[in-house]
């Protein structure tokens, strides 16, 4: 498989759903983006929405998460494995290490030998952006105006979402930046009408020593986005594996699946991160309810190899 990285400007903010409005992510699942795909693809017409969720369930498309980048340095999520470093003597440094949670992905090796500097990588963040909230009022109709306050997310200069996206074919690249290109002047994420989630996206080509844990056979894995594997592979993968589950729920946004607004069914998934010593395929998910098509979750690994 091919991999290539996509590095994401974004033009005003963003806003990735927390439990409330006033809270915004910096970061986004792939998911969440793979759902904002197939909406787009929808807008080209139902044969790429069948295309886009054909050749991902068939594997020859893969996404990690939205992970940030400062400039030159790409962070991939802090492994959940134990990190040995007694040996540092500074709790100091321990409580770090357990708080950190992205590292920069050149320096996987030094964070898992535990000579990771987590002190100063917990203070480059803070050159990462600033978040806000902002006082919004909503209009509806004829309804009284109803003020709320919503969180955003702005990115410094130099800052922003990168994602990795793993392909088999040349033309199935070309056909995921089409739709990409469109979905920039939509925007991702959250309250889009008012510009936020809009992007300008860039490739790239990935450090070759990354590039070589990618997918490749070893004793040990983690995944780089949300995945949920299939039930026949779920009793192998979880055991002895290090992870942490995540509820991924919301309402369908279509005016085609219901009369009203319904919820997606929810799922549990792996979040981005998770050790496991077997790899595993995976699946997108079909979590529609009682609506008249079918709703996509995606929930499929990318896996970075992280022996020693």
Do not use: W
Not at 34 to 63: H, M, N, P, W
């Amino acid at each position: 498989m091919n991999y290539v990285r996509y590095k994401m400007t974004f033009q005003k903010g963003v806003h990735f759903g927390k439990r409330n409005l006033e809270d915004s992510e910096y970061t986004f699942f792939a998911d969440t983006f793979f759902s904002a795909l197939c909406q787009e693809a929808v807008r080209f017409g139902k044969e790429y929405l069948d295309k886009l969720v054909s050749i991902t369930k068939q594997g020859k498309l893969v996404f990690s998460d939205g992970f940030p980048y400062i400039e030159d340095t790409f962070y991939i999520p802090k492994p959940m494995l134990h990190i040995n470093v007694e040996k540092n003597g500074d709790s100091t440094v321990k409580k770090a290490y357990k708080k950190l949670s992205y590292i920069p992905s050149d320096c996987l090796e030094q964070y898992l030998k535990g000579e990771l500097d987590v002190i100063s990588e917990k203070n480059k963040f803070k050159k990462l952006g600033k978040s806000s909230v902002k006082n919004i009022v909503a209009i509806r109709g004829e309804e009284e105006a109803r003020p709320y306050r919503l969180g955003v997310f702005n990115f410094e200069k130099g800052c922003g979402i990168y994602f990795i996206l793993g392909y088999e074919d040349e033309k199935d690249k070309m056909f995921v930046e089409e739709i990409m290109e469109a979905l920039s002047f939509s925007g991702i994420g959250g309250k889009r009408t008012s510009g936020l989630g809009r992007f300008d996206f860039y490739s790239g080509k990935i450090e070759e020593k990354f590039v070589k844990r990618l997918g490749v056979s070893g004793d040990l894995y983690m995944t780089l986005s949300t995945s949920l594997p299939k039930e026949d592979e779920l009793e192998e993968v979880l055991e002895d594996a290090n992870y942490s589950m995540i509820k991924r729920s919301g309402f369908v946004n279509s005016y085609n699946y219901a009369d009203e607004f319904l919820r997606k069914r929810d799922l549990y998934v792996l979040a981005s991160g998770a050790c496991v010593k077997s790899v595993f395929d995976g699946d997108v998910y079909d979590v529609s309810e009682g609506g008249k098509h079918s709703v996509y979750r995606y929930a499929k690994p990318l896996f970075l190899e992280v022996s020693l």
